[in-house]
């Protein structure tokens, strides 16, 4: 159990001295960016999604009938 404790202090040591946070700015800017291409990304499916069904349509709409 003293190696569960002291691995749980050490961790919380580390984060608090060890490591290197992002500034706001910095995470705003990133937060902007994963937006951004995410929109794009479902823009882009989107768009491939609707040519498939419109080309699937056209299918069966000029060679079932």
């Known amino acids: 159990m003293?190696?569960?404790i002291s691995f749980i202090s050490d961790s919380f040591q580390e984060v608090q001295t060890k490591v290197?946070?992002?500034k706001y700015s910095e995470?705003?800017?990133s937060t902007?960016?994963?937006l951004v291409s995410t929109v794009i990304f479902?823009?882009?499916v989107f768009g491939?999604?609707?040519g498939f069904k419109?080309?699937?349509d056209l299918f069966y709409d000029?060679?079932?009938k």
């Open 2 to 4: 003293n190696r569960v």
């Open 27 to 29: 995470l705003q800017d």
């Open 20 to 22: 290197s946070w992002p």
């Open 42 to 44: 479902a823009l882009l």
């Open 32 to 34: 902007i960016l994963v």
């Open 48 to 50: 491939v999604d609707f």
């Open 54 to 56: 419109s080309a699937i």
């Open 62 to 64: 000029s060679f079932l």
